[in-house]
């Protein structure tokens, strides 16, 4: 099988524009430069040489220029705005598992095809991490060579032994990518006295006419992309080794930032979990129930802070006889007997030392016990907690397959453990035998395929036939020399071969072919690979855990494939379920705190800028944002009234309010009340994370769903229409005329006179900027290119129409002035103009009594949900469980189920779409209202935060003016109708 790509996915177009659009006003445009390099020896012996033409990057845009383009794009996306260009080091935060490596691939072919950038640098700073970039540039190359046709790319991982490689890089004009350790260039400024320390890209060599093989890669003034700079350049040493290839700039990719430079995009974990762009997260966890009958100690924490002290949990006795596992703080000399309520079992357990020394954490009792910190005593023993852990993870596996597998999607459980003796060991042979968890395994595993409800799996799937359980699960370890499977850090030499192995059978692991279903891998093994069909991950962790839960979660949350390689979005099927060793509670709780520490998000909080991206349609017409300045005094407005505290935490009277709709904006703010509120809602927002043992699966509720309303209401919304779209092209040239005649001027190109001073030393010779001047008195000359070619190709317009476009907005004296900037500005106002005229000129026709969605799709589809979050239990839908996706939507439901008039409703299922120019749409609500027993009313809704077209998405709008002519075109008597308070939609019936 091969992976398959989506090329529109909108979060992903927007964070490679995020980046792309800095650039804004830039030529197409590379610089040359000269290359020696040797052919040979002569007929008299004499070494000859040649010069080859090198390529580099060339940028003309000045720094203020650049910043702001960078300001426009940070109030578009709603960032804090930047004052300096911060040494052209611009970050993309996004979420693990959302496509970040797909986002700056493509990233690389639009800075290619705007402006003509060739030399890009890719930096990472593992084995793990450079193995999967090379495997990701090779498993999208097909695909991107589909959406840019002609454009040549070659890529290669930077070897110190095959140095004609960076030749290449130099002398090319293809698009050319490196993918670079940053170990294999950081040495060299260890010590400048001793070359032959430095790595060997900046020793010079004789195979490179005695220069240094960085210097071609300097020449090339390259992009560099750093690949999880929290690890790249941490240190002084490793951003002087980035600064040393010479970067025309630097972009960062993570989902963790440390250090943020010009923050252009955010997809933080709470818009990626909420947005479905990666796997909903669901909890469980094998504990001990209600036995009380040994003396069960944890060791919470120690501390030093006010003499020793340690935090246990125990069983402890109340004063009504009732036995509760609690925390207690102890000190030196405590008895557990009297702390737990004089339970005769911790006789004997009296503290005899607590040690905070990091690493060693500890506490000693009188009789010789001791426990180490996050170690328990007296539960049941920890392999019987592991087989439950490993039988449950097993069956959550074999129950997803039952609904998965019929729709051909392999499913992927994950193991990780601490010490691989426990899955494999060897005897005083070398013979290798399975080890504990191993065992427990296959045991387990064979049982429970036995049970009737798993053996249909067996008999109907062929890839499964195969009953060897041996055969189902595998390891991936690093191998010493003797072939022996060992414990290692993740980033050791000997941890290279096993990358390679989980790289390069990513595809293979997705086939049916493959029998292997469950993985055990090493905890050191935490970052640079997962797997998109990981749908279990269950930690075997006996000593102190070394996964952070983000990086737990990190192995599976991509959204899966099925056989064909393609993309599944159906949210109830992307769902990731993780075996943890705490509670629910605990685990969401930790989860957050990593959350907030690792990428600087604070749950609950508002910054100052929070506001500025909130749009509106101003009286023109024209889509505006908000601001800095107002959202700044909007943060200053909640000071104010006492709604949050100086730094910009929340205070419970604005939930409040928030809660009970109750909060007023100011009055020159009502214009944007929604937009307003929408922001602090999100502010205070959670990471959707289930309690697996609140989980419920919806059934059909025969009585509605064969009743005669529902079937009058499904009879009136089935029917399928086919679309057409006519543009008044006279209407558009007149718009656009106005528009470009009104867009801000466009300057001159400037030339910039740069002065440095020049160091030679032993080490090579360097340069240090020491001025920057403007000069505005040399009028510079440059050929004008093709506009009306370059717009054509853009808009897809006549000549004709960009012709009369262009010579009635008066404008071309701009296009002398800066014809990149010029175009593109022209461009974008045509193409935003089309987009607004699509839906006005969208016209539907229902297509016959025969084309039509049957009643069964509400058969088809298995839904699960969770109590307390997502779902609710319902008397007057199809099924007698909603799941929701929004507050909104859950509103909306309880109104609908408590309101009299409304005998029927449904959510519309996944598969019920109408078709629209921008993508397939799915209507939210179907209703059949029966108004005072005389009329019956017919609706489709669509429940919208706002109805506020202006602070609606673009797109969003597109879809419903699509759905208002699809449902029109039916003409069987149904309503649409966008509502975002129920009582107003109501009103309006």
């Not at 009732?322 to 339970?343: N, P, Y």
């Not at 036939?465 to 993740?490: A, E």
């Not at 909130?614 to 407005?637: C, H, M, P, Q, V």
């Not at 509502?979 to 107003?984: L, M, R, T």
């Amino acid at each position: 099988m091969k992976l398959k790509f989506v090329s529109d996915q909108q979060f992903q177009l927007d964070a490679v524009a995020s980046i792309t659009d800095i650039f804004q006003g830039q030529a197409v445009k590379q610089t040359n430069f000269s290359v020696a390099s040797t052919m040979g020896s002569g007929a008299q012996g004499e070494l000859g040489y040649q010069i080859e033409l090198g390529y580099a990057n060339k940028l003309d845009l000045l720094d203020d220029e650049l910043l702001e383009n960078i300001n426009r794009i940070q109030l578009r996306n709603g960032l804090p705005k930047s004052t300096d260009i911060q040494g052209r080091n611009f970050t993309i935060e996004m979420e693990t598992g959302t496509g970040k490596t797909y986002v700056y691939i493509r990233t690389i072919y639009e800075l290619n095809k705007l402006y003509g950038f060739t030399k890009f640098i890719i930096v990472v700073p593992s084995v793990a991490i450079r193995e999967g970039v090379n495997k990701s540039l090779e498993i999208m190359e097909e695909h991107f060579k589909s959406l840019y046709e002609g454009v040549n790319c070659d890529y290669f991982i930077y070897d110190s032994s095959k140095l004609g490689q960076l030749r290449t890089f130099a002398t090319s004009s293809n698009i050319q990518i490196m993918v670079i350790n940053i170990d294999a260039f950081r040495k060299s400024f260890v010590d400048p006295n001793k070359p032959d320390k430095a790595n060997i890209i900046h020793r010079e060599h004789d195979r490179m006419n005695g220069r240094r093989p960085i210097e071609f890669i300097q020449q090339t003034n390259p992009i560099v992309i750093i690949d999880e700079p929290q690890s790249v350049d941490r240190t002084d040493k490793a951003k002087e080794a980035i600064a040393s290839l010479n970067p025309l700039c630097t972009l960062r990719y993570s989902a963790t930032h440390v250090e943020t430079y010009n923050l252009m995009y955010r997809l933080g974990p709470v818009d990626a979990y909420q947005k479905k762009l990666v796997k909903e997260i669901v909890v469980d966890s094998i504990k001990e129930a209600g036995n009380f009958n040994r003396p069960y100690i944890r060791l919470v924490s120690v501390k030093n802070s006010n003499g020793f002290q340690a935090v246990l949990e125990l069983d402890i006795k109340n004063r009504s006889g009732v036995v509760q596992r609690k925390q207690k703080t102890v000190r030196v000399g405590q008895d557990l007997f009297d702390i737990s309520g004089e339970r005769e079992i911790y006789s004997g357990y009296i503290i005899n030392n607590i040690d905070c020394y990091p690493g060693n954490e500890m506490v000693e009792f009188t009789n010789g016990s001791h426990l180490h910190l996050g170690m328990e005593m007296g539960n049941i023993s920890e392999d019987d907690i592991k087989r439950g852990q490993i039988s449950a993870t097993i069956k959550h596996h074999l129950d997803r397959e039952l609904r998965l597998v019929p729709q051909g999607i392999k499913v992927l459980s994950l193991f990780f453990i601490d010490r691989v003796d426990n899955y494999r060991i060897y005897d005083s042979n070398g013979n290798p035998h399975k080890g504990k968890y191993a065992l427990m395994f296959e045991e387990e595993y064979s049982k429970l395929i036995k049970l009737p409800k798993y053996r249909t799996l067996f008999e109907d799937h062929s890839y499964m036939l195969n009953d060897d359980t041996s055969m189902v699960h595998d390891g991936y370890f690093s191998i010493d020399k003797k072939g022996r499977i060992k414990d290692t850090r993740g980033n050791t030499l000997a941890d290279h071969d096993t990358y390679n192995l989980i790289m390069k059978e990513k595809e293979k692991l997705l086939s049916f072919e493959t029998p292997l279903r469950f993985i055990f891998s090493h905890s050191a093994l935490k970052e640079g690979w997962d797997n998109p069909n990981v749908f279990q991950i269950c930690t075997l962790i006996e000593a102190r855990e070394t996964l952070t839960r983000r990086q737990k979660i990190g192995r599976g949350l991509r959204l899966c494939v099925n056989q064909e390689g393609e993309r599944i979005f159906d949210p109830q099927i992307n769902t990731l379920s993780v075996m943890a060793n705490e509670s629910f509670a605990e685990f969401a709780e930790n989860l957050q705190s990593e959350m907030e520490a690792e990428t600087g998000v604070k749950f609950g909080f508002i910054e100052k800028h929070a506001f500025a991206g909130i749009s509106y349609t101003d009286d023109s017409g024209k889509i505006e944002n908000l601001g800095y300045e107002a959202s700044e005094n909007l943060w200053g407005f909640l000071l104010e009234e006492d709604l949050i505290y100086t730094t910009g935490k929340v205070k419970p009277e604005l939930k409040e309010q928030i809660a009970n709709d109750t909060f007023q904006v100011p009055p020159e703010f009502e214009h944007v009340e929604h937009g307003i509120k929408q922001v602090i809602r999100q502010s205070l927002n959670k990471l959707p994370i289930r309690n697996h043992n609140n989980e419920v699966t919806a059934q059909l509720n025969k009585r509605v769903y064969l009743g005669p309303e529902f079937e009058s209401l499904w009879n009136r919304i089935k029917y399928r229409t086919t679309y057409s779209v006519a543009m008044d092209i006279e209407k558009l040239a007149r718009e656009c005329v106005d528009a470009i005649n009104k867009m801000p001027a466009i300057p001159k190109i400037r030339l910039i006179q740069e002065s440095a001073r020049i160091d030679i030393q032993q080490s090579g010779v360097s340069g240090e900027l020491t001025s920057v001047k403007v000069l505005d008195q040399i009028d510079i000359k440059h050929s004008l290119p093709d506009i009306l070619r370059y717009l054509q190709d853009e808009t897809r317009l006549t000549r004709r129409t960009i012709v009369r476009i262009l010579i009635e907005a008066r404008r071309l004296e701009d296009f002398k002035n800066n014809p990149q900037k010029f175009m593109e500005a022209a461009s974008d106002i045509i193409k935003q103009k089309m987009k607004l005229m699509i839906a006005d000129g969208i016209k539907y026709e229902r297509v016959g009594d025969l084309e039509f969605y049957r009643q069964e799709l509400f058969e088809m589809q298995e839904l699960k949900g969770y109590l307390k979050s997502n779902a609710i239990k319902v008397e007057k839908s199809v099924y007698d469980y909603l799941i929701l996706d929004s507050n909104t939507e859950k509103e909306f439901a309880q109104m609908l189920e408590q309101d009299d008039e409304v005998k029927v409703y449904t959510k519309l299922p996944p598969k019920f779409i109408i078709e629209t120019p921008i993508g397939n749409y799915n209507p939210d609500w179907a209703v059949l209202v029966d108004k005072d027993g005389t009329e019956k009313l017919y609706f489709v809704v669509e429940t919208k935060g706002s109805t506020d077209s202006g602070q609606l998405r673009l797109f969003e709008n597109y879809k419903i003016e699509c759905g208002k002519k699809h449902f029109a075109a039916l003409e069987t008597g149904v309503t649409y109708e966008v509502a975002e308070d129920y009582a107003v939609w109501k009103l309006g019936i």
